[in-house]
Nanobody, 124 residues
Framework: QVQLVESGGGLVQAGDSLRLSCAASGRTFSSYAMDWFRQAPGKEREFVATISGSGGSTYYTDSVKGRFSISRDNAKNTVYLQMNSLKPEDTAVYYC?????????????????WGQGTQVTVSS
């Protein structure tokens, strides 16, 4: 069973930067894409960014393009989310997720692995 452990969250001011990490156990980390999600209070969980298993392909939700960067180090079984120019609306619990499967009936990905989340709070 793979475990994902996030770290790096905290309280920062608007305009500051944070780097989140997600460390995975297991020996097949490089074989699957990794995603970051976030959930703000009272809101649904939303997709933030994804990176392919090799790290060669990335994609971001529009609200973070140009500010956030996802990367991975397969030798360390770790995926990162570099967050720059943070805004109060980025405040949320951030989760990493891995090994997704597309479910046609729901038109959504389902994930085998989820982290416990790390809180990011951006003050204005």
């Amino acid at each position: 069973q793979v475990q994902l452990v996030e770290s790096g969250g905290g309280l920062v001011q608007a305009g500051d930067s944070l780097r989140l990490s997600c460390a995975a156990s297991g020996r097949t980390f490089s074989s699957y894409a990794m995603d970051w999600f976030r959930q703000a209070p009272g809101k649904e969980r939303e997709f933030v960014a994804t990176i392919s298993g090799s790290g060669g392909s990335t994609y971001y939700t529009d609200s973070v393009k140009g500010r956030f960067s996802i990367s991975r180090d397969n030798a360390k079984n770790t995926v990162y989310l570099q967050m720059n120019s943070l805004k109060p609306e980025d405040t949320a619990v951030y989760y990493c997720a891995g090994r997704r499967t597309w479910v046609s009936s729901t038109r959504r990905y389902e994930y085998d692995y989820w982290g416990q989340g790390t809180q990011v709070t951006v003050s204005s």
